[in-house]
């Protein structure tokens, strides 16, 4: 017994342990992976299942409906009705109530019978009534309108999907890069401070022996210090990275995951000059797709209102059984049944209405005409912002060029100062100078990097062209 609880108790923590191993990605997996599970792409499917269901719920209001109905009345106390007297005396010669009224009119105002009412139950005290109907819509212009209707919310929905499906991209490149910029500033700063950490050391010891002043000490610990505040800022953006990053997956925001891509290969993977031949073709963008949609939904309202001056005609065809009783006995087979059935039309013309139509009209051509306007602004719109973003994808390429150059160029420097204070012909104030200059080229080369990737994905985001990496 002691070694079974001892093998149980090694395969929970192997399960545990193999539980807990992170998932990898690179950035195409994690744009893949992102399109099945993030939520707002998941949503956006539903919305297309959504508006097939509207569709067909749409279409179903014109094909034959079949509808039944069961009543069942029990006269908790049964209405009477009054008849007068003299239908009830057999030897009286009235037989309706003008004659016996005519009687009372006359000169000796004495009818045969005694004059008076005698109250009267009409009908069982119970009684079911079920009935079969099946409608069939002939003509509804409205219908028609929303058949085509239909299918434009349809459009939508796909429409708004690519653009979610854009959007996620987007935001899983712009998530994966800073996930990446945030590892390469802390391995950036461990190595910088490293380096000045024995930097320190080693200017200290010749302090100590009288061949250094005390400020270049001071000067060394005050930049060991910054760089320490920000190694410990980088840190937290780096959690906070991947928290963001696994929340634009669509996973627990606290999984624990691992990035395969490197930062610099994916910059140069994101540089293409073919990005900047593009044509700036609006009519393929989503945006110019919805308000396209947006026009064709408003020419389909006013269809509508138009339509509903138009004659509306419906047929039906019903059927159904009666059962009359005292007591209940509708489930015995000796109960007698009636039955009966109709067929017909309904004709339903819109005659007058006091001017609403026409207002309801006007204000869908109105909603027409702006729904225009809109489509020539988004048009304009978009233009504009292509050529912004191909403005910003080209100077991100450049800069990310020259941030190259000036980190070499800040490395040459900060090699150059620091030999030159170790061999006594240097200050401490011109070290620091280098070595903050230095700091700087290298987090404004990572910067470059980043604004590269996601220039690179904002200019395929609206231009509704995607590459894979």
Do not use: H
């Not at 009409?122 to 212009?141: C, E, R």
């Not at 627990?252 to 593009?278: F, G, H, M, P």
């Amino acid at each position: 017994m002691k070694y079974l609880s001892t093998f149980i108790f090694l395969m929970c923590f192997s399960l545990g342990f193999a539980q807990d191993t992170s998932a990898s990605f690179t950035l195409q997996e994690a744009i893949d992976y992102a399109l099945e599970n993030n939520r707002k792409a998941k949503n956006a499917a539903r919305d297309i299942e959504a508006a097939k269901q509207q569709k067909w719920e749409t279409t179903a209001t014109g094909l034959p409906q079949l509808n039944a109905t069961v009543n069942y009345q029990n006269f908790l106390k049964q209405q009477v009705s009054l008849l007068p007297n003299a239908f009830f005396d057999p030897f009286s010669q009235v037989r309706n109530l003008d004659e016996y009224y005519d009687e009372l009119s006359a000169p000796s105002g004495i009818p045969d019978t005694e004059p008076g009412f005698t109250e009267v139950i009409f009908g069982t005290k119970q009684n079911v009534n079920a009935t079969a109907t099946l409608s069939q819509l002939l003509f509804d212009g409205s219908y028609l309108v929303g058949l085509q209707s239909a299918k434009v919310f349809l459009e939508i929905s796909k429409n708004a999907k690519d653009k979610t499906d854009l959007e996620v991209r987007k935001g899983v490149i712009n998530a994966y890069g800073n996930v990446l910029l945030a590892e390469e500033s802390v391995i950036i700063y461990e190595k910088n401070i490293a380096v000045l950490q024995k930097n320190l050391d080693e200017t200290t010891k010749i302090y100590e022996n009288g061949l250094e002043e005390e400020e270049s000490v001071e000067q060394l610990q005050i930049t060991l210090s910054n760089l320490q505040s920000s190694l410990n800022n980088a840190k937290r953006l780096r959690g906070i990275a991947y928290q963001m990053f696994n929340i634009t997956l669509g996973i627990d925001y606290s999984t624990n995951i691992r990035l395969t891509e490197n930062l610099e290969n994916l910059t140069v993977k994101n540089i293409s000059l073919e990005a900047l031949e593009l044509a700036n073709d609006v009519t393929t963008t989503i945006d110019y797709k919805i308000a396209e949609n947006d026009k064709r939904s408003k020419e389909l309202l006013l269809k509508l209102e138009k339509s509903k001056a138009l004659p509306q005609l419906s047929a039906y065809l019903n059927g159904g059984y009666l059962g009359f009783s005292d007591d209940f006995s509708f489930l015995n087979s000796d109960q007698d049944w009636a039955g009966f059935s109709s067929f017909g039309f309904n004709l339903n013309l819109p005659i007058f209405s006091s001017g609403g139509r026409s207002a309801a009209t006007q204000r869908a051509r109105i909603n027409l005409e702006k729904s225009k306007d809109d489509l020539t602004e988004t048009e304009q719109r978009l233009k504009l912002q292509i050529e912004t973003a191909k403005s910003n994808y080209r100077f991100a390429t450049e800069d990310y060029n020259n941030k190259k150059q000036n980190l070499s160029l800040a490395e040459r420097i900060e090699s150059k100062n620091q030999t030159k204070f170790f061999e006594g012909v240097g200050s401490s104030f011109e070290l620091r100078q280098a070595q903050t200059q230095l700091y700087t080229a290298q987090q404004e080369l990572l910067q470059a990097m980043l604004d590269v990737i996601n220039t690179k994905a904002e200019l395929e985001t609206i231009t509704n062209t995607t590459t894979n990496f």
